[in-house]
């Protein structure tokens, strides 16, 4: 079997328009990635949050009708809501992540790494924080 020799600069050309492009994709995704962030309102419209991209939160209001509840049931419903809007930040960032290296150990390394699951639907009904609230860490 013959191969025809490669010619080194039309190899090493190719190379660097494979790195060129990976190095925009790279880019790209990063540009993506720095947007995203995740908003939530409680069921009621008690509480509103936004998240960044780390999952950090970055905006809280409370509603007039915020002030009625007791402590710890505004405190659980500010939890439930800032889960919520990390889970619409990692969707985003699972999307991004999913153009930019596809299906495989790559995303799932991705996946595995974020503080909540994407997928998961919010598990929260209206008056699940009244009837069941979930612990708060203190």
Do not use: K
Request: hydrophobic fraction near 40%.
């Amino acid at each position: 079997m013959r191969t025809d020799p490669v010619d080194p600069e039309q190899w090493l050309a190719g190379y660097d328009r494979t790195l060129a492009r990976a190095a925009a994709n790279a880019r790209a995704a990063s540009e993506s990635l720095r947007n995203t962030g995740g908003r939530a309102t409680s069921p009621r419209g008690e509480v509103e949050v936004e998240v960044g991209p780390s999952g950090a939160l970055t905006g809280l209001r409370l509603s007039p009708a915020a002030r009625a509840l007791e402590a710890e049931a505004l405190a659980q419903l500010i939890l439930g809501t800032v889960q919520d809007a990390h889970r619409e930040a990692a969707a985003q960032v699972v999307d991004i992540m999913t153009d930019y290296v596809g299906e495989g150990p790559a995303l799932e390394l991705v996946r595995d790494n974020l503080p909540v699951d994407p997928g998961a639907a919010p598990t929260r009904r209206d008056d699940d924080y009244f009837a069941n609230p979930p612990g708060v860490i203190g």
